[in-house]
Nanobody, 117 residues
Framework: QVRLVESGGGLVQAGGSLRLSCAVS????????MGWYRQAPGKQRELVAS???????DYADSVKGRFTISRDNPTNTVYLQMNSLKPEDTAVYYC???????????WGQGTQVIVSS
């Protein structure tokens, strides 16, 4: 049974940085493409960054150049380094398999990111 535990969110001023972590268990992490998703109030959940098992990355245009996704296969962890944060980055952030059509039905609790202007 897969388990996804996100952490690292918080309140930060615009222009600041945060690093999110996601611990994954119960899946074959090393061969699974992973992604970070976010859901802002009143909006649908969207995929903002993904990384394949061999480290090929992809980003939504809205975060390109500011966010960096990485993974550590031995510890089954995926990270999201977020720099130059903007108020519009405010959302609950989740990790799951990528692309979106391959996401597990199970979602973790997410981690809240609030960017103040």
């Amino acid at each position: 049974q897969v388990r996804l535990v996100e952490s690292g969110g918080g309140l930060v001023q615009a222009g600041g940085s945060l690093r999110l972590s996601c611990a994954v268990s119960g899946s074959i992490f090393s061969i699974t493409a992973m992604g970070w998703y976010r859901q802002a109030p009143g909006k649908q959940r969207e995929l903002v960054a993904s990384i394949t098992r061999i480290g090929v990355r992809d980003y939504a245009d809205s975060v390109k150049g500011r966010f960096t996704i990485s993974r550590d296969n031995p510890t089954n962890t995926v990270y999201l380094q977020m720099n130059s944060l903007k108020p519009e980055d405010t959302a609950v952030y989740y990790c799951n398999r990528a692309p979106a059509g391959y996401a597990y039905d199970y979602w973790g609790q997410g981690t809240q990111v609030i960017v103040s202007s």
